[in-house]
């Protein structure tokens, strides 16, 4: 069950940002899905979460820990 909300997001990024711009390299898919996610997680309406954004659910309480 916990497949279908990952498969769920990788079909809304698909459709929404990878097929509708055609990105050359890396660098510019990269900076496409950087701004993708943002806008997912601080704009995007989710009727799953009650049409509220996951950063209206779920605000970040402490920073997250820094990778090696």
Do not use: C
């Amino acid at each position: 069950m916990d497949n279908v909300f990952v498969e769920r997001l990788w079909r809304s990024v698909k459709y929404e940002e990878v097929h509708l711009h055609a990105h050359t390299d890396g660098a510019q898919a990269r900076a496409g899905l950087r701004t993708y996610f943002d806008y997912y997680n601080t704009q995007r309406r989710h009727q799953a979460l009650e049409h509220q954004t996951p950063n209206e659910i779920y605000p970040r309480t402490k920073a997250l820990p820094q990778a090696a």
